[in-house]
């Protein structure tokens, strides 16, 4: 496997405990937020051309056992990645 | 959409992966240069004046500078996002590349032999501390697989996605805005053998290739894993280049075998006395009439000292523990040091070659180095900074 964190202590700007895990959380929610809105968009776009009427089959979905599974796991990703930084530490910088 | 990489070794990142760097990409744009800004204009109008009023008429340095803006909730904020988004540049590529990984492989030896560069590694140089002891600009895994090419994929596509489009279309601004300022500044110079040293994935070596069709290239680094790819991707591309697994503090090239030896963002990653074996070995390896030319950062004493900070932010926070110190360097003593004269230093600055045309780009060479805090710094308004020597 190759590593996906850089080794060392990550620095603290912010004074506050937690301040910094806090910001690289809502980035990466950031990131994650715009993926995924690109993807609808790409969806959307892709079934608009092949004449499909996709928002009323979206209101009326409902998941099978299997699809659910693989949300669930999606979420637990998605959820692994957000959290990242509690597994670092953090060195202050003043 | 993200910038897709023009050669064979690209990796198909899927949709998510590429929306992921496009994000990250944009992130960046917009600290480099939104946030960049306000950033300074806080300094200006809140920081400095406040600083002034504790130095009791002294002038600041950028440790003053720096310390003052610790305390700056916008510098906290730069900072923070500016620390996240390198690490998030890998995090983006890095699943998709190991996915890739065994096809790449693959496809490399199917392309790299397909102009007649060659690679030859060397299995008993052991790599220095400098790249070992800490995940330079926070790239993780740099020797996590030495026998694949997975570290040059991982430098290739994150520097597409890092240089947020500030470096070519090909990411080899660098080394094409260099060559070319040596064939219009110097048209009568006439290069045959050519040598980037720490050349990584060889972006700015094919550039010498571009620029001077008829000359012999090489490059060499001292990490397996970026030459295996460098190897390739040049084959992908059509041009023969030569790699060689080397450190550039002991060439194992006979004297004057060259007449340039280039780098380009490789001396602010040595230590001031491996840049003094480098010089001393580049004079060595340099033909009377050759040229040493390094693409870096521009020095500290030609900086005030918010742009010395700003520059430094990498030193502190990006894992480039020798880039200060380089940086405080008087360069053209750093040339004499390697054993070239005085009188035989140049340094400029030159805008983007590969985003003007060429006359432009004629006229700019032609005006002498002009360096402010936008020199060497990804933003809208960049210039490259150069330097270097003639040998004797």
């Known amino acids: ?94 | 959409m993200p910038m897709e990489l023009l050669h064979d070794l690209k990796v198909a990142h899927r949709q998510d992966a590429r929306a992921r760097q496009d994000f990250v990409s944009a992130l960046r744009g917009y600290m480099l240069n939104d946030m960049a800004a306000g950033m300074k204009q806080r300094y200006q109008e809140e920081v400095a004046p406040a600083m002034a009023a504790g130095l009791g008429g002294r002038l600041p340095t950028q440790d003053d500078v720096h310390d003052a803006m610790k305390g700056d909730l916008y510098f906290k904020f730069y900072s923070s996002v500016r620390y996240n988004a390198q690490e998030m540049v890998w995090r983006s590529v890095i699943p998709g590349i190991e996915a890739a990984l065994p096809e790449m492989v693959a496809r490399a030896a199917t392309v790299q032999d397909r102009a007649g560069g060659t690679l030859t590694l060397d299995p008993t140089l052991a790599p220095p501390e400098n790249v070992t002891a800490v995940d330079v600009h926070l790239m993780p895994g740099v020797y996590a697989a030495p026998d694949t090419p997975s570290a040059g994929a991982i430098y290739d596509n994150g520097l597409a996605v890092f240089s947020a489009g500030f470096m070519g279309r090909e990411l080899d601004d660098i080394g094409m805005s260099m060559a070319n300022y040596v064939r219009k500044r110097f048209p009568d110079f006439a290069p045959t053998d050519i040598l980037d040293c720490g050349c990584t994935v060889g972006h700015n070596t094919l550039a010498w290739a571009r620029t001077y069709p008829q000359a012999r290239v090489s490059g060499i680094d001292v990490s397996s894993s970026v030459l295996r790819y460098a190897h390739g991707r040049a084959g992908s591309l059509g041009i023969a280049a030569h790699f060689r697994q080397m450190n550039a503090t002991a060439l194992d090239y006979p004297d004057a075998s060259f007449d340039v030896v280039f780098s380009s963002m490789f001396l602010h990653e040595l230590s001031v006395k491996d840049i003094k074996l480098f010089f001393a070995e580049a004079h060595r390896v340099l033909r009377p009439g050759g040229l040493l030319i390094n693409m870096e950062l521009p020095p500290n004493q030609a900086l005030d000292p918010y742009d010395q900070f700003y520059l430094d932010w990498d030193c502190y926070y990006n894992a480039e523990p020798y880039y200060r110190a380089f940086r405080d360097q008087d360069y053209a003593g750093l040339t004499r040091a390697g054993g070239f004269a005085a009188d035989d230093y140049l340094q400029f600055t030159v805008p983007q070659y590969t985003y003007m045309s060429d006359d432009d780009f004629t006229e700019a060479v032609q005006r002498p180095a002009a360096i402010d805090g936008q020199t060497g710094r990804l933003s809208a308004t960049l210039q490259w900074f150069g330097f270097g020597a003639w040998k004797r």
């Not at chain 1, 590593?3 to 700007?13: D, K, Q, S, T, V």
């Not at chain 1, 990466?28 to 608009?48: D, G, K, M, S």
């Not at chain 1, 928002?55 to 998941?63: C, G, K, L, T």
């Open chain 1, 1 to 94: 496997m190759l590593p996906l964190e850089a080794g060392g202590r990550r620095p603290a700007f912010f004074d506050q405990d937690g301040m910094d895990q806090l910001l690289s959380m809502v980035l990466e929610l950031a990131a994650e937020l715009w993926v995924v809105r690109e993807r609808v968009f790409v969806v959307e776009a892709v079934l608009q051309t092949k004449g499909v009427a996709v928002s009323e089959a979206i209101e009326a979905f409902v998941p099978t056992a299997e699809q659910q599974a693989t949300l669930a796991a999606m979420r637990a990703d998605m959820t692994a990645q957000l959290f990242r930084s509690l597994n670092r530490d953090h060195r202050p910088v003043r």
